[in-house]
């Protein structure tokens, strides 16, 4: 049974003054305090706290903030034809409903693991949920206060349930908030299950040692910094790797896929190389939209799949004009369909991303496995499947034609590629020649035209505007060796960092259509050095790994990079180094009236 609509009890058990206005006004109209503990002391009750604290996670991951604010404004994407709000020009606001969710989503899920924690040995279960359902709950509190921490800084912390609402809050230091974390995650891995069966939305003791070497990476570049951090980080790290056959998600064995486009297929959610995923449902209605076949947003409304899809319907037929070899054509070759969805375009990849990360798009796989560089003719109308349109091709006398001398020719629906993306602006005329396709080379993408990201395509939507109903994946096997490659590259091991990435780049390299002989030469091609491995490396390596995965922004905050890569890559006149943190929300501010007042972010 995945993680679904299971408890609307969640926000009556998990609301303090602090977190919103929306919550007070529930807890002063609805006097439930009186009830809620009793309520935790059921079986069902404490069982249903934990998947509610699971449940508040699809607030973020699938919303269009929440992409905002992982990915725009950084090295990797620009904003698109659509609305980006203010995070892509760094004049974020402390009212803005993105902060604020991250704010109150978190506290809200945090009340409840804390009352799991209280209340769990009174609930009349087994000793062994007990432990089960009690490290979960510390699992989801650490990432909760991760999240707390990397976005704000200092943080309110508690560890006792909140039956009433409460007018004063301070801030506590980050490490104390790291110190719960670490502790949280170290107590989640000795009671979780070594694999999330039968269950796989549900933590394990894989995800929690994934996210504990991510906390002790992050902690390294902090003031916080334990002296043993980053050898701690790489040390849990390369223990996951090591003993990867006793870890996995859904019953199954913890590994990489062989071929990098294994890992996003629809399908392979719960596969081999998944640590943790943001549970949906199979039932389109699990995507929790409302106005469900239009399209409309909910709050919890996926909307992965369309973000950084761009505006193909309506490309600009003109492009080829003029330029010998090059088709023209008499009408917009594209349409919506299911296939492509919703063209949304708030988000598209930035020219560091197309030409300097992916600088190499033949023996690195990984490009052409993380964009859509093609788009089949699919005009709707009267020409239906097997239907043409003629297309006017301009050709030198002398050419050896290879489309049999023909001054115009026939697309199929379905069948023949409309727009392919050249990757280059490296071209021939015999290229554009050797295809009826229009070939749109980089330097004519532009705010409605690039190649889009397909990690999140959903293919098994009933409508065009529909969205996802996959689940998120948010923790997986490859990132584990580049967060190992990261702490040894900081604690002076090249060696081993080089060594971490070479697994990764060995995958990238593979290419089921090349022989055998063809891909050990490819592997070895992408082997590097210990002297290559440099904290700029590492980021661009992330850039090919996890692109589009949301959480570069973070990344980039992690290692102190995000201001030098904005110089290099995307500049923005509005950055200053303080918004490395996000604003306190103002609600936040406004509802703290005893005691001293609590302190906003420098710089808003």
């Not at 529930?26 to 935790?40: C, R, T």
């Not at 609305?83 to 604020?100: A, M, P, R």
């Not at 007990?130 to 560890?159: C, H, I, N, P, W």
């Not at 397909?454 to 580049?482: C, G, Q, W």
Request: charge should be positive; charged fraction near 20%.
């Amino acid at each position: 049974m995945k993680i679904i609509n299971k408890i609307s009890w969640s926000v009556l058990i998990s609301c303090m003054l602090f977190l919103t206005s929306g919550c007070n006004k529930i807890l002063d109209e609805q006097n439930k305090s009186n009830i809620l503990p009793d309520y935790f002391k059921t079986p069902g009750g404490v069982d249903a706290a934990v998947v509610g604290a699971y449940s508040n996670m699809r607030n973020w991951y699938g919303a269009e903030g929440m992409c905002y604010n992982t990915m725009i404004g950084t090295d990797e994407h620009l904003s698109g034809f659509g609305t980006s709000g203010n995070f892509h020009t760094y004049t974020l606001q402390s009212s803005d409903q993105t902060i604020q969710a991250i704010w109150d989503w978190s506290y809200r899920s945090i009340n409840n693991c804390n009352g799991v924690l209280e209340f769990a040995p009174l609930a009349g279960i087994s000793v062994a949920d007990q432990l089960k359902l009690s490290s979960e709950a510390k699992f989801l509190r650490a990432y909760y206060y991760f999240m707390l921490v990397q976005t704000f800084g200092d943080v309110s912390l508690s560890t006792k349930f909140a039956t009433s609402p409460s007018t004063a809050a301070v801030r506590s230091p980050i490490a104390k908030v790291y110190d719960l974390i670490v502790q949280d995650l170290i107590d989640a891995i000795a009671g979780l299950p070594a694999k999330s069966s039968p269950t796989p939305g549900r933590a394990s003791k894989g995800a929690a040692k994934f996210l504990l070497s991510k906390v002790y990476l992050t902690r390294g570049w902090t003031a916080a910094a334990k002296a043993s951090d980053f050898t701690d980080a790489y040390a849990t790290a390369n223990d996951l790797i090591t003993n990867k056959g006793t870890y996995g998600n859904g019953g199954g064995t913890l590994d990489l896929w062989q071929d990098f486009a294994d890992v996003f297929k629809e399908g392979n959610e719960y596969g081999k190389e998944v640590l943790f995923v943001v549970d949906r449902n199979s039932d389109p209605k699990g995507a929790e939209t409302t106005g469900y076949g239009t399209g409309g947003p909910g709050g919890k409304f996926n909307g992965s799949n369309f973000y950084q899809r761009p505006n193909y319907p309506v490309f600009n037929t003109n492009l080829n004009v003029g330029i010998t070899g090059a088709p023209t054509v008499n009408a917009n070759p594209l349409d919506r369909d299911l296939a492509n969805g919703r063209p949304w375009g708030r988000v598209r990849p930035s020219n560091y991303v197309l030409n300097t990360a992916f600088a190499d798009k033949l023996t690195d796989t990984r490009y052409g496995k993380t964009f859509q560089t093609f788009y089949l003719f699919n005009r709707p109308g009267p020409l239906t499947t097997g239907a043409a349109v003629s297309i006017t091709v301009t050709r030198a006398a002398d050419f050896n034609n290879p489309m049999g001398g023909l001054s115009t020719y026939s697309w199929v629906k379905g069948v023949d590629t409309a727009l392919k993306f050249w990757g280059s602006n490296t071209i021939t005329e015999a290229d554009r020649r050797a295809t009826k396709a229009y070939l749109m080379l980089p330097n004519q993408y532009d705010v409605n035209m690039y190649p889009s990201m397909k990690k999140h395509d959903d293919i098994t939507r009933l409508h065009t505007n529909d969205a996802s109903d996959r689940p998120f994946i948010l923790m997986r096997f490859s990132e584990v060796y580049l967060i190992a490659a990261e702490a040894a590259l900081k604690a002076g091991n090249s060696a081993d960092a080089a060594n971490m990435i070479n697994v990764l780049r060995t995958r990238a390299a593979f290419n089921p259509a090349n022989s055998s002989a063809q891909k050990t030469a490819a592997a070895a091609a992408m082997q590097i050095s210990p002297g290559t491995v440099t904290l700029d490396f590492i980021l661009d390596e992330r850039t090919r790994e996890l692109f589009g995965e949301w959480m570069r922004w973070y990344d980039l905050v992690r290692t102190k990079s995000l201001g030098a890569r904005l110089t290099m890559y995307n500049p923005i006149a509005n950055f200053k180094p303080e918004f490395m943190l996000r604003p306190i929300p103002q609600s936040q501010i406004d509802l703290v009236t005893t005691g001293p007042k609590y302190p906003q972010n420098p710089g808003y």
